[in-house]
C-alpha cells in the first residue's frame, strides 16, 4: 500500500519534483521546501515565486518572481543569482540541455548558455511558454498565433509555426518529432516538424494546464476533462485519426495535474478535490494514492526510478507518496 510523508509548504505550490533524491516544493509565496536529509527552507526572492523548473541533470532548480530575479537552488540548500531584469514579471522559464536556460518577459525571450553566452529574442506579441528541444539548444516560444523556433547558438531567423489563436504552455515530444502547445481556448494545438502539419486536439471542458509525456513519448497525458486525456503520439501522424485514452475517469470531477511514470505505460492523475490515483494504460486499472484533500493538486512529479510521487496543492497541502510492493 502507498504510504504518504507529508511536507509543510506555505501557499499555492507551483512546482514539486525531485533534486536527485530530495523532493522539493516551490511555494508561490516564495518559499523553496527542501526534503531530503531533513527539511530545509530556502526564499531565493525577495516578494513572490512565480516559476520553477529543475534542471535536467537533477543537480538544481531554476526558479523566478516578480522581482526582476532568476535563480539557482542547489540540492545542498545553496541560492545563486544567475540573472536579472529589473522591474521585469519573469513568469515564463525552461531548463534545457548541457546548463541552458531560458526566461521570458513580454515580447523578449533571453537564453543564458553555459559558456555564459547570453541570447536576446523579440517577439511581436507578448511570449506565452518556453520550451527547449530534447537535444541541442533549440528554443521553441509559444505566442499569440503560433510558435517561434529559434537556434540559440546562431544569428539565423526562426522558423515560424502558425496557427490563430493564444498559446501558452509549450512542449517537445521526447523524440523531438513534434511540437505542442496549450490554448487559451480549451484546446491544444501540435506541429509535425519535419513538414510544419498542423495537428488540433479539442473538446475539453476546461482549459489544459499540465500535460506530461509518457516515458517513451508514445502518448502525451493532459488535464482539462473530467479524465486524464492521453493523445498518442506513435504514428507518423500524431494523434490524427486516432482516439485517445481516457484514464481515471470521474463523474463530476475534473483533473487539475497529469504526471506520467518514468519507466512504465502508468500515469499519475490529481483531480480538483486533492485526491490524487495511479491509472495504468493498458486495462485502465486504478490505484487511489491519496484522498479529497481541501483544494485542487496543483502539482505533482515522480523520482527517477519511479517509486516516489510528489504532490502539491493550491492551499499547500504538499507531500511524498511512497509506493510499495
Known sequence: MPTIAPVDVDGFVVRAGFLKSSAFFASGEGDVTLSGEGLKKLRPHKAGLLAAEPFKDGTGLLTSGDDGCIYRCGSDATTELVAERPRKWIDLIATGPSGAIAFASGRVAWVCLSDGREKEFAHERAVGGLAFAPKGTRLAVSRYDGASLWW???????????WKGAHLGISFSPDGRFLVTAMQENALHGWRLSDAQDMRMSGYP??????SWSFKGRYLATSGANAAILWPFHGKTGPMGQTPLQLGARTELLVSAVACHPKEDVVAIGYQDGSVSMCRFEDKAEVQLRRPGKSPVSAMDWDSDGARLVFGTETGEAGIISLQD
Open 206 to 211: 476546461a482549459k489544459v494546464k499540465s500535460f
Open 152 to 162: 540559440a547558438g546562431t544569428d539565423g531567423p526562426p522558423t515560424e509555426l502558425s
